[in-house]
């Protein structure tokens, strides 16, 4: 419980501030880089995001999607209507140019998640590292989170499950989405399993707050937009390719 | 014909006396998996009373502070306690010879773990071809 009273404080959120960079002088910041080790909490000394880039996305490729489930333990059961799904492929296209854009679309790691704001419960949380999770031991599968999210990026588990991976737990009556692969992210690797995945190099994953990572200098070289960035969730996954 | 189903039997005996005098039961006689590591990270007596304890505390430092070392992780408690018979097969969470569920069936304590943890080994979902 004391994880849980200690988010709902907003605790986590004000100690680790305290942790981000060390000011030398103003303007100077010293990042210390150093991976966490295994019995090391996370801090928000990291925030960890994707970039994604609609240009190099094939329309007819599903290798992410297929990436993902077999690296989270997620099998068909009934088909797409009620199967989770912790990446979509999604098509848009613009009404005016007629521009076809093709694109993953998985849980968007919000700063500010609406998905978080509504729990009444207090699983849907964000962990100092920016990575939005349910705690599946206290979610009441109420589904307030699903209709508060505006990617509809969860699932909610309707069929008893078995042979769920040691590392991604799933169970009926919960909702889940995407984890950004925190299994991987805590065991120092820096990739996740649909990145790996693209065979077009279309996903970049990385520390959005170290500007020397692969993310933040594409980020910083081209630029990357967010979904719906009008709602102002600060998005921890970015696209480029997209005009709004 | 005959001293086929003679090699037969010298196979099968061998591979199912376990399941003829079946599993180990203690003074009460209720069913004692053997667990495959030579020693669990607490004394038995401190396993029996605090376990729900060790692994509270371990699920909240994974869930929240993604600590994932092996002491008190449910995984390695897994690892240990759930092992193949001859033939290759885990009890499965329901049975009375699952280790959780020998004990958790006799004192009449339900418990929900197994809704969302698997109840085998990596090693076991891959061999039975779900995962890669
Ligand atoms: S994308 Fe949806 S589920 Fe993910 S953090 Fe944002 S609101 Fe929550
Ligand atoms: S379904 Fe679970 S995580 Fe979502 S709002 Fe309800 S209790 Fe929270």
Redesign the interface.
Known sequence: M??ID??RRRFLGTASAAFTGLSIAPGILLQTVHA?A?????TSQYRWGLLIDTNLCDPGCTDCVEACH?EN?I?EIHGPETDAQWIRKVTLKHKKTEHILNMPVMCQHCAEPPCVDVCPTGAS?K???GIV?V???ICIGCRYCMMACPYKARSFIHE????????A??????VEACTLC??R???GENTTACTQACPNGAMTFGDLKDPQSQISKKLAEHGGRELRAKLKLDTGVRYQGISS | MRFASFLFLLWVIPLHAGELTGPDRDANGNIVPTPKGEACVEPAEVMRREHMNLLLHKRDQTMYDGIRTKRASLNECIDCHVTPDANGKTARADDETFFCSSCHIAASVSIDCFDCHGDRPLDMIKNSGLQK
């Open positions: 004391k994880y200690q988010y966490k295994v019995d090391e909490a996370v077999q333990g099998r949380f962990r100092a590292d999770l705690d599946k031991h008893k499950l078995s042979d769920q991976l040691p590392h737990p799933r169970g009926k009556g919960t925190v299994h992210i805590d065991r």
